[in-house]
């Protein structure tokens, strides 16, 4: 017998969408919940999850050593062994070797339509405002691919109906003959937080590209952070500071994001504001442009854009102005570890 094809793209990455989404109606409705046993339901479910963050999302190794620790039982294999069944309901051997569930690949689906949707979105919007070339013909084929295997597992599904679907340039709604095996450097870096987009999606060819939502970017920022904003002054000096990062060539996923996460992993404080990490990721921007200058023999630093895209040689130095006002707000904000008083 034929095994079918995967049911979700080679390059689907959803490692940056800490949540997923469960139908609760249809999860109830299922067999799966009518028939396993308590043990059975948890081990199958913990497969769901799990299941989400490898790649392909919503893909399982048929490994039984991998699925026993992915299905939460440690190295219990005996137990995995009686369990297997039930908690396997629904999953299928692709042709590719790995299992695939054809609810979890649908939400997967939804999912990683939004995500390279943004991704365009991000690159057209960052291409106008410093003046390079964007090529959307990857971002293109990603979506095409995704979308004719969304509409061959559920041809209702409302993903379809949204702009990043339906933008889509003529001749791309079905997929491309192969797979797109992966997207432009930093494509596949988070912009995004928990499936939610940062800018609006699907950017056409006679549509003007989308402005960065610096906003939602700090949210995100904040977030991973632990950082609460729920002052309204708080909100727009975190906006920014992100804003500022990001203008002084931060690499979003990389200086921004991955730093905060390991220095939050690390720090012995309570932390109460953005400031704590200025200094640690403004040091991240001049080590990276350090090293790129040495590489390239350049006397002075690449501007980024920020988000992890290609960016032209052009060099970028603050003025005095600029400096002479980030000292000065800085002054008055909480830079002592987010401790110091604001001083009036």
């Not at 403004?282 to 002075?300: H, L």
């Given at each position: 017998m034929n095994e079918p094809e995967p049911m979700t793209p080679a390059a689907c990455d959803?490692?940056?969408f800490p949540r997923m989404m469960i139908d609760i109606v249809r999860l109830r409705a299922s067999e799966f919940d009518a028939i396993a046993d308590d043990g059975a339901w948890r081990a199958g479910f913990n497969l769901w999850l799990s299941s989400?963050?490898?790649?392909?999302?919503?893909?399982?190794?048929?490994?039984?050593?991998?699925?026993?620790?992915?299905?939460g039982l440690g190295r219990d294999l005996r137990t995995w062994r009686k369990l297997k069944a039930e908690a396997l309901r629904g999953w299928v051997k692709a042709s590719d070797g790995r299992l695939y569930h054809k609810v979890v690949a649908e939400m997967a689906l939804e999912a990683w339509i939004e995500k390279v949707a943004q991704r365009k979105s991000s690159g057209a919007?960052?291409?106008?405002?410093?003046?390079?070339t964007f090529d959307p013909q990857p971002f293109d084929a990603a979506l095409a691919e995704a979308v004719g295997m969304l509409a061959a597992l559920n041809p209702q599904s409302k993903a379809l109906s949204r702009r990043a679907a339906k933008a889509l340039p003529v001749g791309a709604a079905t997929p491309p003959t192969g797979s797109a095996t992966g997207l432009p450097p930093g494509s596949q870096e988070t912009g995004t937080v928990t499936g939610s987009r940062v800018v609006d999606v699907g950017v056409g060819a006679s549509?003007?590209?989308?402005?960065?939502?610096?906003?939602k970017l700090a949210d995100h920022v904040c977030r991973t952070a632990g950082v609460r904003n729920i002052d309204p002054g708080q909100i727009v000096r975190s906006q920014q500071i992100v804003r500022e990062w990001l203008d002084a060539g931060a690499v979003f996923e990389t200086d921004i994001i991955e730093l905060i996460r390991d220095t939050v992993a690390?720090?012995?404080?309570?932390?109460?504001?953005?400031?704590y990490f200025d200094a640690p990721v403004?040091?991240?921007?001049?080590?990276?442009?350090?090293?790129?200058?040495?590489?390239?023999?350049?006397?002075?630093p690449r501007r980024g854009n920020g988000l992890g895209m290609a960016e032209p040689a052009t060099s970028f130095d603050e003025t005095p102005e600029q400096i002479a006002a980030r000292e000065q707000r800085l002054s008055r904000w909480e830079i002592d570890d987010g401790h110091a008083a604001a001083a009036h």
């Open positions: 959803l490692r940056d989400w963050h490898q790649v392909p999302a919503a893909s399982l190794a048929d490994d039984d050593t991998q699925l026993v620790k992915l299905a919007g960052n291409a106008r405002r410093y003046s390079h549509e003007p590209a989308a402005e960065v939502d610096y906003l690390i720090s012995q404080v309570p932390i109460h504001s953005l400031n403004r040091q991240a921007i001049a080590r990276r442009a350090a090293k790129a200058a040495g590489a390239t023999g350049a006397g002075r």
